[in-house]
């Protein structure tokens, strides 16, 4: 891959990755709607299953900031870096709660077509910036 296109690609993941934590502050799914593939894939560790359309994805992100705002679920973002590639990750916590997630994002034909949510710790070792990473972590 050229770098024009991995240095494009990540432009988009981290556009989405801002989006999607809008989406999170406002409890409002429909500014991620237009970066969606209509086959996009959404899989998480707290998922029971993979979830494979823009639909039904956007129905359970829809229901889920619903459920966030009726319990004023404030969440705390930060974005990442992967080191030495650059790539965006977006980490985040709900305030007051010691779980922490974090987004990665794969992209096709300048579309997102799947998201993946894991728990932080097991992109810890590529953050660029420790200090950084270790401030979220513990405020």
Known sequence: ?????VAQRYNLEESFLEK??????????????????????YDSIWVIEQITNKTDY????????????????????LMMYEQGKGRPHLIFTPKNNNSYGCFTIE?????????????????????KDKEKYEQFINQ
């Open 58 to 77: 956007c129905n359970y992100l829809e229901c889920k900031l619903k459920a966030m705002k009726e319990k004023n679920t404030v969440i705390n973002f």
């Open 107 to 127: 992209t096709e034909n300048n579309l997102i077509k799947a998201i993946h949510l894991t728990p932080s710790d097991f992109y810890s070792l590529g953050y």
């Open 20 to 41: 999607l934590q809008k989406a999170y502050t406002n409890y409002d799914a429909g500014c991620i709607k237009d970066f969606l593939a209509d086959n996009v894939t």
């Open 1 to 5: 891959m050229l770098k024009e296109d």
